[in-house]
């Protein structure tokens, strides 16, 4: 029996892609101008594109990622026994440098200029060395 669910048969952008891969809402204007940066065109089917314009796509998220706050605010609706909460995401030092890290990774398979300093980023309570950041005495 032939698929006539019209999702399956819809086509993956370039856009749908990126949100895909995080769990963060992220606005349709930081897509563009990530995906404009590349040179891909709004709305351009992901199989469309080549490995390198996917991945500086990816890499150009993750920078974006890299440098939000730690914490976004969180909205809660209240009346009587009912509640309802949205947003409110925390994301760790660790894993912003993450972003960084996989953004880097990205730059680097291409030969393109890395972001940021790799010796410096948020670590627990401020801003430390975190080329050593696995080995609690290396400070």
Not at 106 to 129: A, E, S, T
């Amino acid at each position: 029996m032939p698929n006539t669910d019209n999702t399956q048969n819809a086509t993956l952008t370039m856009e749908d892609y990126l949100r895909g891969k995080v769990a963060t809402p992220i606005p349709d204007n930081t897509l563009a101008s990530i995906m404009a940066e590349v040179g891909v065109q709004k709305g351009s089917a992901y199989d469309t594109l080549t490995d390198k314009e996917k991945d500086l796509c990816l890499a150009g998220l993750y920078v974006y990622l890299s440098t939000n706050p730690s914490q976004t605010q969180k909205v809660t609706d209240r009346d009587a026994d009912w509640e309802h909460t949205e947003g409110g995401q925390v994301y760790s030092a660790n894993a912003l440098n993450n972003f960084l890290r996989m953004a880097n990774a990205i730059y680097k398979k291409y030969d393109l200029p890395i972001v940021g300093n790799n010796k410096w980023g948020m670590r627990g309570g401020g801003f430390h060395n975190i080329r050593n950041y696995g080995d609690p005495y290396k400070y």
